[in-house]
């Protein structure tokens, strides 16, 4: 297991985690680069910043590759937003990376970072990736799980079972409460999806209050790819998609984001 030291924060709650509520996010950014095709973080910043999210995961994000100039877009991201980055490169070409990221201002901690399960037969899919951050709330300790999955029906069930397997949502460190967000490339009807529905709830189906409906494409959302799923001890009182001109410039996604307050415990 990859554990780090608590980063970020000092100890500091952020304004939206007071009384155990937390705004999280959920963003697949394509690398900055807008629907008008200029790649520009500190949009995609801005858009995340219009939220208040106290936790964001990230996907597609470009770390030292050539087509966006060598930037680091979680450091640099996560700079613009006052936050601490956790980043994953599920691809690692030479000095390029590109993967997945979890920022956020709170203490947090590194506990895993690793490749999910690809199909044999076709090697030269795009890997993908998973992200497990434990962030203190309080006496909280929310334990977060950024993912992308695959584009293939098969791919996408083999890495939701790895994704509920012992070195991730089954590990015994990944107590409640849990939450597990992403772009999972899967619409309410597949097997990956009802797989993963059937241990954790789509924040989408318990939620007190809906905003929105699709996330993609963000020119005219016609699918619902980037979800949140929660685990006991979390109760989502808003989910929103997050739209306006910006958000459907910045990205080809649109953020996806979930007001949730977490149980105190006995």
């Known amino acids: 297991m990859d554990q780090g030291a608590i980063a970020g924060g000092g100890g500091a709650v952020a304004p939206g985690s007071e009384a155990g509520r937390v705004r999280l996010l959920t963003y697949n950014i394509r690398h900055c680069r807008g629907t008008d095709g200029r790649v520009a973080p500190e949009r995609v910043a801005a858009v995340i910043a219009a939220t208040g999210a106290d936790i964001v995961a990230l996907q597609e994000v470009d770390v ?59 090697p030269k899919l795009e890997p993908r990736g998973a992200l497990w951050v434990e962030v203190e709330i309080g006496a909280v300790r929310l334990q977060v799980l950024n993912t992308h999955l695959g584009l293939f029906g098969a791919e996408r069930i083999a890495q939701a079972e790895s994704l509920l397997g012992p070195e991730w949502l089954a590990d015994p460190a990944c107590r409640t409460p849990t939450v597990l967000m992403g772009d999972f490339n899967a619409t309410g009807w597949t097997r990956a999806y009802r797989r993963l ?53 910045a990205s080809d996604h649109l953020p996806v984001l979930a007001e949730i307050r977490l149980s105190q415990g006995p």
């Open 64 to 122: 030292g590759r050539a087509r966006t100039d060598g930037l680091d877009q979680a450091d640099e991201i996560a700079r613009l937003l006052g936050m601490t980055p956790h980043f994953h490169p599920a691809l690692h070409i030479e000095e390029e990376r590109y993967g997945d990221a979890i920022l956020t201002r709170l203490p947090s901690r590194l506990r895993r970072a690793g490749l999910l399960p690809g199909l044999i037969r076709r």
């Open 197 to 249: 529905a059937g241990r954790l709830a789509d924040a989408r189906r318990v939620a007190a209050r809906i905003e929105g409906r699709a996330s993609f494409p963000s020119r005219l959302p016609l699918l619902r790819l980037d979800r949140v799923f929660v685990g006991a001890g979390v109760t989502v009182e808003r989910l929103a998609v997050v739209d306006g001109p910006l958000p459907r410039r």
